[in-house]
């Protein structure tokens, strides 16, 4: 059986700031590092962790550097596996962003950007799927990541089309464990649970 372990990234200072993350490189703060180190704890103690894939982002690798320390298992990083591209808000107080946004109308799901500069949703998901696609996956992997980066991690194990994603979100939230598993006889994939 193959197993994902997809992590959310713990608290970073840009969530205590109020600041827009995305790309923004903000570090984990104490309380993120703590909670990282309790994350690579419980990993330990369900499986041995033979792989991870990391976002680039100082926050997410910060997760995964704690995850490899307890475990042993190397780091891959990869700015493919980064949170969505937030443009011209990056790193801006959320109430910046919150007075900008265009709401999307309901017919362009896929190629509306939401702030000059960022992201569209094709754009996001697809540099995820293509970064899935090419890579191996061990018996049990980790992938460090961000939260609403991790839906769509989620969305490829299970072979959601990149046109279906438009209205796809697991609520994924900062800190936490969401499991992925194929059996090894019919490779039917699953979620074994989100969020813990």
């Not at 946004?101 to 950007?113: K, Q």
């Not at 000059?116 to 899935?132: C, D, H, M, P, S």
């Not at 490829?156 to 936490?176: A, C, D, H, T």
Request: net charge negative; proline share 2%.
């Amino acid at each position: 059986m193959k197993t994902i372990y997809v992590v959310s990234h713990t608290e970073s200072e840009h969530h205590l700031s109020d600041l827009v993350g995305g790309w923004y490189d903000s570090e984990l703060t104490i309380q993120g590092i703590s909670d990282a180190k309790v994350i690579a704890q419980a990993l330990s103690s369900e499986a041995q962790i033979d792989l991870i894939y990391s976002s680039d982002l100082k926050r997410a690798k910060s997760t995964s550097e704690c995850i490899a320390e307890m475990t042993g298992a190397p780091i891959t990083t990869s700015s493919a596996l980064r949170e969505m591209s937030f443009g011209d808000a990056e790193g801006k107080e959320q109430s910046w962003l919150d007075e900008r946004i265009r709401p999307e109308d309901g017919a362009n799901r896929m190629d509306h950007s939401i702030v000059n500069g960022a992201e569209t949703k094709r754009e996001f998901v697809g540099r995820i799927y293509q970064y899935l696609n090419g890579i191996e996956l061990a018996e049990n992997t980790v992938i460090s990541t961000h939260s609403f980066a991790a839906t769509y991690v989620i969305a490829w194990w299970i072979g959601m089309p990149l046109e279906s994603v438009g209205y796809v979100n697991f609520g994924i939230r900062p800190g936490k464990i969401t499991k992925l598993v194929e059996d090894d006889f019919f490779k039917n994939r699953a979620v074994a649970y989100l969020n813990q």
